[in-house]
């Protein structure tokens, strides 16, 4: 069996369990952010469903790789090692593809999310998968339009009504129908912020993963290497530090000079 640097063994298993823990904390925190949004209405976001996909993905593979190269390490086998060298190329490659125009395009978002979202305007024409999604978010997020409640024109939906026990969270409108003024007590707070809070969140979450993968995968990279090199070349002795010598003690200037012995 070849014979790997104990320390390097060592510090190569830490690093796996810390890798392992890592994936464990990212499929944890998908899914709370999984069900934080079911709660808050946050299930109709648009991508959602894919940016939780990826982050499931993300967690699993991440658990897979760190059992391998702990295998690796404590196994001394230089397959599994090399095919974690492997994954660690290609998985951080992959993620500062993902990561650096997620990045770049991260302080847009809010106005490509606003743009997206005039285009449903005005919802009382949008189309029937539109007025379903505003009708979930407005019933659990309790609000009512997506900038205004004049989203709706003179159509506003049942959805938007307050209920009795939440005045303090309503408005009286007054509105136009079949030529009659009428009034409703609907929702003050719009559903835009809300909506955008969630999406924003779940962006930021993806990017920090991401980033963080990545910087792992760099180290995990480094670290397998060295080992896959110690294993190719087992008799190389180990390379150690001295001291210059500009730093060493000098030599004395003169020695004491004894007098030879009288016969």
Request: net charge neutral; glycine share 6%.
């Amino acid at each position: 069996m070849a014979q790997v640097n104990t320390c390097l063994k060592r510090l190569f298993t830490i690093f796996n369990i810390f890798f392992a823990i890592i994936g464990g904390v990212i499929i944890l925190l998908t899914l709370l952010s999984q069900v934080l949004t079911n709660v808050n209405g946050g299930e109709n976001l648009q991508g959602r469903t894919a940016g939780l996909i990826i982050c499931y993905t993300v967690g699993v593979v991440t658990l897979m790789i760190a059992v391998l190269g702990a295998y690796g390490a404590h196994k001394e086998s230089r397959v599994s090692l090399i095919i974690f060298l492997v994954c660690m190329v290609i998985g951080s490659l992959l993620m500062l593809r993902a990561g650096v125009p997620a990045a770049v395009v991260r302080p847009q978002m809010r106005d490509i999310l606003e743009g997206k979202f005039r285009e449903f305007l005005p919802l009382d024409k949008a189309s029937d998968e539109v007025k379903d999604m505003m009708d979930a978010l407005q019933t659990q997020l309790q609000c009512c339009g997506l900038f205004s409640y004049t989203d709706w024109e003179d159509n506003i939906p049942n959805s938007c009504l307050c209920r009795p026990m939440e005045e303090d969270k309503c408005q009286t409108v007054s509105y136009r129908n079949f030529m009659r003024q009428q009034q409703k007590s609907i929702y003050t707070k719009t559903c835009l912020p809300i909506v955008m809070h969630y999406a924003l969140l779940i962006a930021d979450i993806t990017i920090g993963v991401i980033f963080t993968m990545a910087a792992l995968a760099l180290l995990g990279m480094i670290l397998s290497s060295i080992m896959i090199h110690q294993m190719r070349y087992p008799d190389r002795p180990t390379v150690l530090l001295s001291v210059p010598t500009i730093f060493s003690t000098p030599p004395p200037k003169y020695q004491e000079l004894q007098n030879p012995p009288s016969y």
